[in-house]
């Protein structure tokens, strides 16, 4: 098999070891990769370093129509990348197809934004002692990012951090997960297409434990990180004074209360707790049900996760396949059986086969069992009834983390109700936590992070805000 090259600056390398990527669902090979050596890490920092200037005052448009490119080469090989991060992840193909579909969104977007990104004026003679004094308010790139992105969403996620770097005209240098670097390698490829600078940006598939030199280089000024909450804290408190975007986990709650459709909230909670195999931030972990209709929702609820299909990533059909790893598995697997030991009871699934985990439903879970307490990163849910809306919203809030939330209602008062109460980043209403727009800002509170993406979001935080004064006006 064939070894791919990373990309260093701009142009395809090879460096002195092998990564090998297999897949989650059959342990076969699907790939090969070049592991950078030290000395090619810290070309591609100088680098990143060395074009910063010059990457700020690209031309917006120089900007714009290269993520326009990489938009429209991300459609165009869309069934070539959806098999290879089916490939290196796991996920059905169904859900792969979703995620390149997204990515070409993301660039897109991006690329709007960029034409739209402009400084503002105010007019300072608001006071007499400013008069003739006009303000130019612009967004200057703090510098070269790094981004640390992580396996569940090995394309989009990683075209959220790139795309809003080169927007602004900052380098960025990318640093994959190792057990899926292989899409990012493909959007390295589709960069070198474009008319960006030697130095805007490199793809270096180097193991975890090499990442911590990359954070600490003070040549990259900005941390975007996506993973776990502890490495994403420990990565701030390492670097307090680089300005760090942290998107962590979350233990995400569907709230389905007296008023809402049944029917909708079940297949929606069904389908998005498993999707991904769970392996999402936003995966529907924790199910708060209003009393009165507990007994009439359940069986809608196991009746739809009983109707998933589960299986070989390649079907058309499957929604949920394997997780990311064995050991992945067998984690998850753990955590259940601690629930079960403590009197918990498994309405559906339950069972492991390989790096596969069967959709669970769990029912009287104890409240500080892992399986609620944290994030379990796999397709498990627990069922949580409530007497009130007071206790649901209570309940969602009594967590670590704060990413998104849903509520199924069909009350206006309870929706803002809602989004006033819930200490969370993002409150879907009529639909499930897993909602994303790409566009749209995104992140969490407590230890579910800091910052936001959503391109204009993931802009404003790769820059700062500089003031120019005018003086001596006639205005």
Known sequence: MDVRTFWLAGRPATGDGELTVTNPDDGREVGRVSIPTDAQVEEAVAAAHAVAREAAALPIHVRAEALAHVSRRLAERSDEIAELITAENGKPIFWARGEVGRAVATFRFAAEEARRWSGEVQRLDTEPAANGRLAYVSRVPRGPVLAITPFNFPLNLVAHKVAPAIAVGAPVVVKPAPATPLSSLVLGEILAETDLPAGMFSVLPVTNDRAAGLVQDPRLPVVSFTGSAPVGYAI??????????????????????????????????????????????????????????YDDFVPRLLSAVEGLVVGDPYDEKTQVGPMVSEAAAER?????????????RVLAGGTRTGATFAPTVLADVPADATIC???????????????????????????????QAGV????????????????????????????????????????????REGLRSAMEDFTYEKVMVLTGLDL
Request: aromatic letters at 8%; proline letters at 4%.
């Open 373 to 403: 307490r944290e994030e379990v990163f796999g397709p498990v849910m627990v069922l949580q009834p409530v007497a009130s809306v007071d206790e649901a919203f209570a309940l969602v809030n009594d967590s670590a983390y704060g990413l």
């Open 408 to 451: 199924f209602t069909r009350s206006l008062d309870v929706a803002f109700r809602a989004n006033r109460e819930l200490e969370v980043g993002g409150v879907i209403i009529g639909d499930v936590p897993s909602y994303r727009a790409d566009q749209m800002p995104y992140g969490g509170v407590k230890d579910s992070g800091v910052g």
């Open 236 to 293: 701030a408190d390492q670097v307090p004074r680089k300005h760090v975007t942290l998107e962590l986990g979350g233990n995400a709650a569907a709230v389905v209360l007296s008023d809402a459709d049944l029917d909708w909230a079940a297949q929606r909670v069904a389908l998005f707790s498993n999707y991904q195999a769970g392996q999402s931030c936003i995966a529907v972990q924790r199910v708060i049900v209003e009393r009165p209709v």
């Open 332 to 344: 998850v697997e753990q955590w259940v059986r601690e629930a079960v030991d403590g009197g918990a």
